[in-house]
């Protein structure tokens, strides 16, 4: 039942490595992102897809690579990996288009992905 | 530019106090939404309100309430009697209803009910 699902919910792996992080969502929603929270709590949108469709990339590195094969879910590919790397990352969705229209519904958050990069 | 300030890094309170977190934020939008999550130190990210910017009641939802206020640019959120359980990190952010859906989020009043 749960609404957005991350696996797996921890990561540890060394530098250099390529590492993926799945999200999926069955709340029916036709947006979805993927946001970093960093060691201070900060929150910063990384990338938005709706539809499938990319729509933002919020100057991340390209060895970030999202990829949506379907409206429900969005995975995150990270190459190369670096001690920088390291943080919370969340996978959300919404409700970002309705009757054709914008719409602003809330965003659902997964569980986190907590990414440690030795 | 788009902003938002959570100008209280932490707040400690004794049990059954009230406290109000502070949010303020900055856009030359007209359209926006405003919208608090909790961060309890589970580390999920709960959704907690949205409001949009035409909408200027206070709201009220058992404890918990908002004061939106665009005069002052603020969305303010208080717990009355507040619990042990409310010990979380509380995150405002906002929206605008371009194309791009993000949340922008300030950067979070960590808040400490003690018993």
């Known amino acids: 039942d749960t609404a957005v699902s991350q696996t797996p919910k921890y990561l540890v792996t060394q530098m250099g490595n390529d590492k993926s992080i799945k999200c999926e969502q069955n709340l029916g929603h036709d947006t979805m992102y993927w946001y970093k929270q960093d060691s201070k709590k900060f929150l910063k949108i990384m990338f938005s897809?709706?539809?499938?469709?990319?729509?933002i990339n919020e100057t991340v590195p390209n060895r970030f690579s999202p990829k949506s094969p379907d409206k429900a879910h969005l995975n995150l590919h990270i190459n190369s990996l670096e001690l920088g790397d390291s943080a919370v990352y969340f996978c959300a969705s919404s409700q970002g288009r309705m009757y054709g229209f914008r719409t602003v519904g809330e965003q659902y958050f997964g569980p986190g992905t907590r990414l440690t990069v030795t | 530019a788009q902003k938002v300030t959570q100008a209280q890094t932490e707040i400690s309170v004794v049990e059954k106090e009230d406290v109000t977190l502070d949010c303020v934020y900055e856009?030359?939008?007209?359209?926006?939404?405003l919208f608090w999550y909790k961060q309890p130190p589970s580390g999920e990210l709960v959704f907690l309100i949205r409001r949009n910017s035409f909408d200027e009641q206070n709201e009220i939802s058992g404890r918990y309430s908002w004061n939106f206020q665009k005069s002052t640019s603020s969305f303010n959120f208080t717990i009355t009697a507040s619990q042990v359980v409310d010990s979380a990190v509380y995150f405002c952010a906002l929206t605008l209803m371009d194309s791009s859906y993000k949340l922008i989020f300030g950067s979070g009043t960590r808040l400490l009910v003690r018993p």
């Open positions: 897809y709706n539809n499938k469709e990319l729509i």
């Open positions: 856009t030359r939008d007209t359209t926006y939404y």
